[in-house]
T-cell receptor, first 117, second 116 residues
Framework: GNSVTQMEGPVTLSEEAFLTINCTYTATGYPSLFWYVQYPGEGLQLLLKATKADDKGSNKGFEATYRKETTSFHLEKGSVQVSDSAVYFCALSDRPFMKTSYDKVIFGPGTSLSVIP | EAGVAQSPRYKIIEKRQSVAFWCNPISGHATLYWYQQILGQGPKLLIQFQNNGVVDDSQLPKDRFSAERLKGVDSTLKIQPAKLEDSAVYLC??????????????FGPGTRLTVT
């Protein structure tokens, strides 16, 4: 079945450091891929998405490229800020079977990021 | 545009009691999801509605959990009777696009349930 794997956290970085959070997936179809962010005490928010191979999603300085050949969707940011401290979830949306009419969404376990001044 | 609304935000109950959570999705969103998020884990899908019909409830513990979405708009999730392991945040989300289009979900703030 479909699955999402993320690098384990917590990740602690100094302000202005480069961030990479790895995400790989397995899927039977052609999934859409997402990164969601959860700030302390809040619900999940969509950070960025990509719907087909080689698409690059970007938002708030974060980027991720849909790599079908490596089944990956790694999240990157060139210079993190304290305000980026949150939990980041990689997710995929796919049809479980060709004839079904709905998408099944699966989330990874999340990676906690702490950015220190 | 108003976001996904959930209530209550917090609930503390004793084991074997019952509890209900309410969700009002973004207007016009046909797809509604209920997730359970245990501390330190990713959201786990409990049930997915398309309009007022259930399309996936494979991970819903049906002996104690139930959900409905009358009239295809707001939804209620119920637990009866609650167990200690039900302590979690219950998230509601909705999505605007139809199946197969990869639309993003919009989440409510969640209900934090503590079972003592």
């Amino acid at each position: 079945g479909n699955s999402v794997t993320q690098m384990e956290g917590p990740v602690t970085l100094s302000e202005e450091a480069f961030l990479t959070i790895n995400c790989t997936y397995t899927a039977t179809g052609y999934p859409s891929l997402f990164w969601y962010v959860q700030y302390p005490g809040e619900g999940l928010q969509l950070l960025l998405k990509a719907t087909k191979a080689d698409d690059k999603g970007s938002n708030k300085g974060f980027e991720a490229t849909y790599r079908k050949e490596t089944t990956s969707f790694h999240l990157e940011k060139g210079s993190v800020q304290v305000s980026d401290s949150a939990v980041y979830f990689c997710a995929l949306s796919d049809r479980p079977f060709m004839k079904t009419s709905y998408d099944k969404v699966i989330f990874g376990p999340g990676t906690s990021l702490s950015v220190i001044p | 545009e108003a976001g996904v609304a959930q209530s209550p935000r917090y609930k503390i109950i004793e084991k074997r009691q019952s509890v209900a959570f309410w969700c009002n999705p973004i207007s016009g969103h046909a797809t509604l999801y209920w997730y359970q998020q245990i501390l330190g884990q990713g959201p786990k899908l409990l049930i997915q509605f398309q309009n007022n019909g259930v399309v996936d409830d494979s991970q819903l513990p049906k002996d104690r959990f139930s959900a409905e979405r009358l009239k295809g708009v707001d939804s209620t999730l119920k637990i009866q009777p609650a167990k200690l392991e039900d302590s979690a945040v219950y998230l509601c989300a909705s999505r605007s696009t139809g199946p197969g289009t990869g639309g993003a979900q919009y989440f409510g703030p969640g209900t934090r349930l503590t079972v003592t």
